[in-house]
């Protein structure tokens, strides 16, 4: 006999565990299948949380052989102790996956743990470990499987000297030579926990700009400050091969059009280009979707062409973040109770957790000049900022877009300490449509980083006072 239920979730990520928690609030009979051992998808296991744990420990070890000093801290000599490094960081991903199998028993949430395939309409089979299959019959099935490391042609990933964000969080040293294949979110989070700690990094990216999706002036900044901090970037090129050897290994590039050869020398190299969507061999043929040429499946307020069928996060359209993918798994749960459920995507925020941090929501200025739109710039620098100064973390500023006409806030991009934080008040803005104005006159604290946020807005109208 098959289980029945309302709502079976394929995949335990964040999009997956969070629509089947909302979904066991509203009533619904839910199952959530997932083939990791833990919950949490790619983010909690080997990706957002593992990733911040690293980031956060070498800024702190960085600051302790670099910075301590002129603050009149002494500490001596600092050194890494990898094994425990590496150690808070595990423990810290054990913690929070149990939190979320907690958070579905709470809510009535069965947890199946096994492969998940759509063998036909309102049929899930489930594949465990050990090959034993269950099948689960549902009104509703909703796809949350989430992406994939995008590989590159040519570039065998072994995990070792060839790794994927997945093996840049658990290399057991240093490398000498960290080459980073891409100069997107991934590698240069990644990039920096490691050149904190010791490593030569090299970025080699196709395109001419590093955070390409991000703001240009945000990008032309970024790049400086990391250079400053001893990366080196070879832009415009390309990968064409990773030979190993016995002394490491030899990259060979190319300039992204062609010609130009030169060859880099790298203890590990990082393929970091950019993820794809985890869709095959989940049997949409048994339904009749069709994902499109990238993978990715095609949605209509999260419904697929099948009816009973749904799709949320990394698996469809939109920001490729774990955030988007909870809005999407509460909306895509609420629909499926009847009730109201909508996510907007141009208010869903994007942080690179480098220092400084880089936040980002809504429009960049190069697509409202590519809209035709008129537009309005307000900026303001952290050297300007009271509690940066008082910091001593300068680097960095904010800057808001907001419409010619009507004033309303379309974009906003902040460098600077604690840019991921902050970039939630431009959010919340956004949300509620407000104009510049409506952040220019709203108290903020002094002295805090956040009035950062204001003098910009401030700045729109040309009315910035203030340090």
């Known amino acids: 006999m098959a289980d029945s239920y309302d709502v079976v979730i394929i995949g335990g990520g964040p999009g997956g565990y969070n629509c089947a928690i909302r979904a066991g609030q509203l009533g619904l009979k839910t199952a959530c299948v997932e083939m990791r051992k833990t919950l949490g998808g790619t983010c909690l296991?080997?990706?957002?949380?593992?990733?911040?744990?690293?980031?956060?420990?070498?800024?702190?070890?960085?600051?302790?052989?670099?910075?301590?000093?002129?603050?009149?801290?002494?500490?001596?000599?600092?050194?890494?102790?990898?094994?425990?490094?590496?150690?808070?960081?595990?423990?810290?991903?054990?913690?929070?996956?149990?939190?979320?199998?907690?958070?579905?028993?709470?809510?009535?949430?069965?947890?199946?743990?096994?492969?998940?395939?759509?063998?036909?309409?309102?049929?899930?089979?489930?594949?465990?470990?050990?090959?034993?299959?269950k099948t689960l019959e549902t009104k509703h099935i909703v796809i949350a499987t989430g992406s994939e490391v995008t590989p590159l042609p040519g570039v065998e990933i072994d995990e070792k000297q060839i790794v994927s964000s997945t093996g840049a969080l658990e290399l057991d040293k240093v490398p000498g030579k960290l080459l980073l294949i891409g100069a997107g979110v991934i590698g240069l989070e990644l990039g920096s926990v490691w050149r904190r700690l010791g490593s030569e990094v090299t970025v080699v990216e196709y395109l001419d700009r590093v955070l390409p999706t991000m703001d240009g002036e945000i990008s032309r900044q970024a790049k400086r400050l990391?250079?400053?901090?001893?990366?080196?970037?070879?832009?415009?090129?390309?990968?064409?091969?990773?030979?190993?050897?016995?002394?490491?290994?030899?990259?060979?590039?190319?300039?992204?059009?062609?010609?130009?050869?030169?060859?880099?020398?790298?203890?590990?190299?990082?393929?970091?280009?950019?993820?794809?969507?985890?869709?095959?061999?989940?049997?949409?043929?048994?339904?009749?979707?069709?994902?499109?040429?990238?993978?990715?499946?095609?949605?209509?307020?999260?419904?697929?062409?099948?009816?009973?069928?749904w799709v949320i996060g990394d698996a469809t359209h939109g920001p490729m973040l774990a955030h988007k993918a909870e809005d999407d798994g509460v909306a895509c749960a609420e629909l499926i109770a009847g009730k109201a459920g909508h996510v907007n995507y141009l208010a869903t925020p994007s942080v690179v957790y480098t220092r400084p941090e880089i936040a980002s929501v809504g429009y960049t200025e190069e697509q409202l000049k590519e809209q035709g739109r008129e537009y309005r710039v307000g900026k303001f620098p952290f050297?300007?900022?009271?509690?940066?100064?008082?910091?001593?973390?300068?680097?960095?500023?904010?800057?808001?877009?907001?419409?010619?006409?009507?004033?309303?806030?379309?974009?906003?991009?902040?460098?600077?300490?604690?840019?991921?934080?902050?970039?939630?008040?431009?959010?919340?803005?956004?949300?509620?449509?407000?104009?510049?104005?409506?952040?220019?006159?709203?108290?903020?604290?002094?002295?805090?980083l956040s009035e950062a946020i204001r003098q910009a807005s401030m700045g729109v109208e040309g009315w910035t006072m203030q340090m």
């Open 45 to 133: 296991n080997v990706g957002c949380i593992p990733s911040k744990a690293l980031l956060h420990a070498s800024e702190l070890y960085e600051a302790a052989g670099k910075e301590f000093a002129s603050l009149g801290i002494e500490t001596g000599k600092v050194s890494i102790n990898m094994e425990k490094f590496m150690g808070q960081k595990d423990e810290a991903v054990s913690g929070l996956t149990k939190g979320v199998a907690g958070l579905l028993k709470k809510n009535k949430v069965d947890h199946i743990e096994g492969k998940g395939h759509i063998a036909g309409k309102g049929k899930v089979v489930v594949t465990a470990a050990d090959g034993s299959k």
């Open 226 to 309: 990391f250079e400053k901090q001893g990366m080196i970037f070879k832009l415009s090129r390309k990968v064409t091969g990773v030979e190993k050897s016995k002394s490491g290994l030899k990259v060979t590039t190319e300039a992204a059009k062609g010609g130009e050869e030169e060859v880099l020398d790298a203890d590990v190299v990082l393929v970091c280009i950019g993820r794809r969507p985890y869709t095959e061999g989940l049997g949409l043929e048994n339904v009749g979707v069709e994902a499109d040429k990238r993978g990715f499946i095609p949605n209509d307020h999260f419904r697929t062409s099948a009816e009973g069928v």
């Open 383 to 448: 050297m300007a900022n009271s509690r940066a100064r008082t910091n001593h973390d300068t680097d960095g500023f904010v800057k808001v877009l907001a419409d010619a006409k009507t004033d309303e806030i379309l974009g906003g991009h902040i460098m600077g300490p604690h840019a991921g934080e902050m970039i939630g008040e431009l959010a919340l803005a956004m949300e509620f449509r407000a104009a510049s104005e409506d952040i220019a006159r709203t108290s903020h604290a002094h002295p805090t």
